[in-house]
């Protein structure tokens, strides 16, 4: 669909639109409807292009971010948010539905090993062990 | 009367999404100036109309708009306005606005991964005028509230295969690529907007 495409490329086009054209189509499977529409469209410099797949896998969404490893993940009890803790030394809050990240948390000295969501809806607590 | 009806339907349903100022009325509604400001001169009782064209034009006070909505009214109320209707009005406006003005690389942007934060925040203003941003901010909501009656579905397929990637390259470059999502999730939540809107649904 075409929500599958946003889904994954939102990232990107929140950064550089133009990537939309380039790496947004160029990556799309083969059989998705974006790329039979749009694929005169693909700039001609990718000369090389790489070998798509036939259709949209089971992937929904990639949340990009964290610099190093992910070592927990949690849901808010309402599941619209997700928390990730990161040897990067931050906790990251991301929309389950877009995947917009929309805190970063900073002020860990060392990796983040576990997050955790409280019990009220409003407030999160995180943990630090290195 | 009615081109007085129709504006002060329209700027009742705008003033709802956002407030625009007169030029950007001028240019979504498509009236000439004479037109946007003898209205906007007779309604003044009920908006605010900044001295500035460029300043967005308010409703006075936010129970006027329930008053031409209201369905009970629809017979006693010579000022009453047919919601469908009008949002259906403001979509084929958007859609025509934006089949008009949207292209690839529509600020120039000289390279592929010209990251949007080191863009230029005037130049993208100069780029995309007030009506073009609240057009592509607006159109789903606009066809979603015209319902699946409204007969757009040619309109909209038309616009999302000429137009889907360009459409997102603006939102992108306005900041607001996410709210896309929520856009097109609006246009399958009906289930019968979504048995029309196939592109949208299927794979």
Redesign the interface.
Known sequence: MLIDLLRLNLPIMNDAPLQLYSSGLVFAPYGSVIRQIFHEIIPTWIVLRPDAETNWDQCLQKLEGHSDWVNSVAFSHDSALVASASDDKMVRIWHTRTGECTHELKGHSGSVRSVAFSAQLSSYSVSIRR | MTLYGDFAKSSALLSYCQALSASALKNLLRVSCEEVNDRLDMLQSILVVPESSTAPVRLLHLSFREFLLDPRQRDSNPFWVDEKQTHRQLAIRCLAILKDYLH??ICG?R???????TGNFHEVNSRLPPEVQYACLHWAYHIYQAGPASGLVGDVYDF??CH??HW??VL??M?K??E???M??NL?TDSAVCRHYS?????
């Open positions: 690839m690389n942007l390279a592929p991964a010209t990251l949007r934060t999302f295969v889907f990637l997102l390259e992108s470059l900041g690529a996410y896309s999502l929520a097109l999730e399958r592109i949208v649904k299927r794979s």
